[in-house]
Every structure is written in structure tokens, then in C-alpha cells.
């Protein structure tokens, strides 16, 4: 056969590749569509998961399609496991025992709740810990006696480990069993028990005593420890000895303090008394009988020394009045002695004398009663006394004149000055410089301005220091006298430092007197203005000619 160009050889040689490399590629992509790669060895792969109830409590939080560990308890929200254990990472229904609730109170280092780890943990009907951590019941022995050497044995009626259930099994100062309780005890009844400790108590003990009636005086007493003894508590003493000591026997009071109730004195003899001297009794029963220790009636005001110094005879009480042998006692707006109270005191009357109301004046000199809210309500008065003409001590009338002629209530002073909040100034002056002159001096004072109203005399405000030409100046030495301002603007406050006709010499110097207008009354700072610009103009027009 003829030989073939070489670069067709070559063609016809790759012609198969292609379709070859083509075949292999889709068996491959078919392979790893049926058969997903297999994990590294010793390598986890991550659970898949659409939300936290598709995960596992090792690995709680669904995070990304893959469950993962928990941060917080908030994310332990299923079953009995809601709480996050930080180092592991996983849901547990336990950390520490207070986490969990009885009767599975302690907590294994897995995190499960369990009722007991040993025997050790359990009591009662339910002494014994099984391979479940349960407290179970007993059911033989030898199962007691492994866990609890002081019971023994099981009682296998009750499931519970006890000292003993019967006779033969208990020893030493305890022989006996009660089997009810399975308690070894020293007794079972009376006939166990010897004098003098001749009784058997509820608990198995022979004791002196069960109640009163199995002691007698002056060990009259039975203590909850079966022992008969004087006293249980100082009800039980009386006389010099009142005081019960923790032995059970009476003995003095040392102190005040150990007495209480209507005998708090504890007297030199160590009984407990009500009293030691007058000063320790109420003034009910003022008098102290230094016998009995008792506090008693007085029968005379000598007797009344550390209180009311007045003894009332009829219920033997010392008080602030009495009606019969101090009657004039109480007087004023308490002119009646009350002896309604434990205490006589005065108190103010209610009604006339000789009336029916329970604290009637008690004089016919003064047998009208003040009643109502009149400042005198409660005082006794003769017999048609007005009662709106009764002054009380220290109190004046509202337009009671203060000095002079004049007038509490805003009047007008001598010579018709005005007064300084409704009180009149000695010699007719003005006390403030309130007043308004329209003339010379202040003469004719007619209107009266506020002292601090800064008005003028014709209502406008009036400039400080009298720089308006009206304006009203004030002297330090004449105290009041009225500037005429000039038309120039001169400082008014010289102007009547010899006059007087407004104010007292050596009166105050505040600027707030009146103002007064004269020579047309315009304002020099108007004045000055003018000139200001008439010279102003004047200068211009020189310096206009001099640059021709």
C-alpha cells in the first residue's frame, strides 16, 4: 500500500483520542454523582439539620445546615435538658445540685439529676441506693447492716433499716426493743425504771418526773427534762425570792430590770415592788408605802412633790387643780377645773354657771361663758360682758394711730405728709420721698407717689441723677428738698440744699423724689444734639471755603 503523507498519519492516529477523552470524562461525572466522596479517616462530619429539633443535645444549635455546640441556655430549649454546659458545648439538665428539683437532687458529672449516689444519701422507708441512683426500700439485713452500721437491720415491713426488731438485739444502758419505733431503749413501762427515777417517758428514758403530780414542795415543778424543780419560769416565785433562775429555783431580783408588769421596782431586800419612793408612783396613787412597796393614795399637796402639786381628796390623786381646796387655780381661757380625766387639770368652760353642761363657769361673779370661735371662747365673764369688746393682752387694734395724728392704716401725717406703708412720720415730713410737688418746695403735696416708683410728678419716668432737665434731684443734706432743672441739663441734686420746705434736715438721700418742669421743660440732651449738628455743619462749611 502506498505510504501516506506523515501529517496525515498523524491526523488519522489523534483522529481517536478525542472521542476517547470525551467517553472518559462522563464516566467520571457519572461515578461522583452516584458515589459522594467519602470522609477522611478519623475525621466528624457535622449532622445536617434544618433547625435545633433536628440536632442532638451534644450538638444542640442548628447553625447553617450543621448542628454545633451551644453558647447559652437560651439555645436548650427541649426535654429536661435546658441548661448549656459551657465546656462541653452540650444541653444538660444539670451543672450543680441546686439545678435540680426533689426528690432528684444531686447532679452527676454527666448532668443528669439522680436521687443518690450511695446508701449514704438515703433514709427512711427508702434506705437504700440501687444501680439507678433510686433510694429504694430495704429488703434484707445484711443490706442495712452494709450501710448504716447503727440500724442494722432491715424491717421488712416497713422497707426501712432500724437499731433492732426484737429482743436479743440491743445491749449496754438501752436493752430493751420497741419494736415500734425500732429504737433500743432503757424502758418500756414503770416496771423498767428504779427510783428515784421511777417513770418512763414517751422516748424510752426512766425519769424523775412525767408532770406536777409526780413531784411535791418546794420541787413542786416538772421540767420538760423530767426533773422536778421550785420554779419554770418567775410565775412560779413570790415574796423576797421572785426571780427564776435556768436551775429551776427562786431567788432575789438583783436589778429593775428583773421586774416587769405592776411590780417594776426591785426594792433592797430583792423582791419586786411597785415602788421605793413617791417618785417611782404614778400620780393616780402618788404616795409610796415603803413597807409594801406599794404606791397609794395621797391625802394632802405636801404629798404631791415630783408631778401636779394639788391633792385631790376624793380619789386621792395629785393633779393640776382642785375645785374645792384650790379653786381660783384655774382662770383665763381655763377656768374650770376638770376632774373628769385621771389627772385634775383646767380646762376652758362650756358652759354658763349654774347650767347642765359638763364644765360650767364655776363663779356667779363671773358666770357667763365665752363660747363660739371668738380669740376668748372658753373664758368666764360677768354677766352681760360684750364679748366683741374683750381685748386680748398684747394685741392693738388694726387702725390703732401710731404717732402723732397719724394713721396706722395708710392715713395721713401731720401736715399732710404721706406716711411709709400706713405709718405716720413725726413733723408732717415725708419719710421716703414720696411725695409729688407740682411747685416750689413740696408745699403743695397733694398727690403721694410711691417712694420706689420712679414715676415724676407728671407720671414719666424719671432719669438717674437728674439728668433730665426736670428731672428731680436729691440732697444728703436736706433729705427730700425739690431741683428745678434747667434747661441747660445741669445736675439738679444741689438744687434745695437750702431749702427745707419738703423734708426734715438729715434725711435720705435716695433719688426717687419728685420731678418738677421748668423754663419750658425740654430735654438738654434734645439741646445738645442740635448744637452737635449745627457746629458740625458750621466746620464743613469753613474747611469748603478755605479749599477754594
Not at 393614795?297 to 374645792?324: A, I, R, W
Not at 347642765?356 to 364655776?362: E, K, M, R, T, V
Not at 354677766?383 to 390703732?400: M, P
Amino acid at each position: 500500500m502506498p505510504g501516506r503523507p506523515p501529517s496525515i498519519v498523524r491526523a488519522s492516529r489523534l483522529a481517536w483520542v478525542f472521542p476517547t477523552l470525551a467517553l472518559v470524562a462522563a464516566a467520571l461525572f457519572l461515578l461522583a454523582a452516584a458515589d459522594p466522596p467519602r470522609p477522611e479517616r478519623g475525621r466528624v462530619v457535622p449532622a445536617t439539620c434544618g433547625s435545633n429539633a433536628d440536632c442532638p443535645n451534644t450538638e444542640p444549635v442548628c447553625t447553617a445546615g450543621s448542628c454545633g455546640p451551644c453558647s447559652n441556655s437560651n439555645e436548650c430549649n427541649v426535654g429536661s435538658d435546658t441548661i448549656c454546659n459551657d465546656e462541653a458545648g452540650a444541653c444538660v439538665e444539670c451543672q450543680v445540685g441546686s439545678d435540680c428539683a426533689p426528690p432528684n437532687t444531686l447532679c452527676t458529672p454527666n448532668g443528669v439529676c439522680v436521687e443518690c449516689f450511695t446508701s449514704g444519701d438515703c433514709s427512711g422507708d427508702t434506705p437504700i441506693c440501687n444501680g439507678s441512683s433510686d433510694c429504694v426500700a430495704c429488703t434484707s439485713s445484711p443490706q442495712c447492716s452494709a450501710s448504716n452500721p447503727n440500724a442494722p437491720y432491715c424491717n421488712t415491713g416497713t422497707g426501712a433499716c432500724v437499731a433492732c426488731t426484737g429482743p436479743g438485739e440491743c445491749g449496754g444502758s438501752t436493752p430493751l426493743c420497741n419494736t415500734t419505733t425500732g429504737n433500743c431503749v432503757a424502758c418500756l413501762g414503770p416496771g423498767n425504771c428504779p427510783a428515784p427515777t421511777s417513770q418512763c417517758n414517751l422516748s424510752g428514758q426512766c425519769v424523775q418526773c412525767l408532770g406536777p403530780s409526780n413531784c411535791s414542795p418546794p420541787t413542786s415543778q416538772c421540767n420538760p427534762s423530767g426533773v422536778c424543780v421550785q420554779c419554770q419560769s418567775n410565775n412560779d416565785c413570790t415574796g423576797d425570792t421572785p426571780i427564776c433562775s435556768p436551775s429551776g429555783t427562786c431567788g432575789p431580783c438583783q436589778s429593775n430590770t428583773d421586774c416587769t408588769g405592776d411590780t417594776p421596782v426591785c426594792d433592797l431586800s430583792g423582791a419586786c415592788g411597785a415602788c421605793q419612793e413617791n417618785a417611782d408612783c404614778p400620780n393616780t396613787a402618788p404616795v409610796c408605802d415603803l413597807v409594801s412597796g406599794a404606791c397609794g393614795p395621797c391625802t394632802s399637796d405636801v404629798q404631791c412633790t415630783s408631778g401636779p402639786p394639788y391633792c385631790d381628796l376624793t380619789n386621792g390623786s395629785c393633779g393640776y387643780c382642785e375645785p374645792t381646796t384650790h379653786p381660783d387655780v384655774c382662770m383665763g381661757k381655763k377656768p374650770v377645773c376638770n376632774t373628769s380625766g385621771a389627772v385634775d387639770v383646767c380646762s376652758p368652760c362650756n358652759g354658763n354657771n349654774g347650767s347642765s353642761a359638763s364644765l360650767p363657769c364655776p363663779s356667779p361673779s363671773d358666770p357667763e361663758c365665752i363660747e363660739g370661735s371668738s380669740p376668748s371662747a372658753g373664758e368666764c365673764v360677768p354677766a352681760g360682758t360684750d364679748a366683741g369688746s374683750l381685748i386680748d393682752a398684747g394685741e392693738s387694734d388694726a387702725g390703732e394711730s401710731s404717732d402723732g395724728g397719724g394713721t396706722a392704716d395708710g392715713g395721713v401725717g401731720d401736715a399732710g405728709g404721706s406716711g411709709d406703708a400706713g405709718t405716720a412720720s413725726d413733723a408732717g415730713g415725708s419719710e421716703d420721698a414720696g411725695q409729688s410737688a407740682s411747685g416750689d418746695g413740696g408745699e403743695d403735696a397733694a398727690t403721694a407717689l410711691p417712694s420706689d416708683s420712679g414715676l415724676a410728678g407728671d407720671g414719666a419716668p424719671i432719669p438717674a441723677g437728674g439728668e433730665d432737665g426736670g428731672g428731680t434731684g436729691t440732697s444728703g443734706e436736706d433729705g427730700g428738698g425739690t431741683g428745678i432743672g434747667s434747661s441747660g441739663g445741669e445736675d439738679a441734686s444741689t438744687a434745695g440744699e437750702d431749702g427745707g420746705a419738703n423734708g426734715a434736715t438729715g434725711g435720705s438721700g435716695e433719688s426717687s423724689g419728685c420731678s418738677c418742669r421748668a423754663h419750658g421743660g425740654e430735654d438738654a440732651r434734645l439741646d445738645g444734639a442740635l448744637f452737635a449738628i449745627a457746629a458740625a455743619g458750621f466746620f464743613a462749611a469753613r474747611r469748603r471755603r478755605r479749599t477754594r
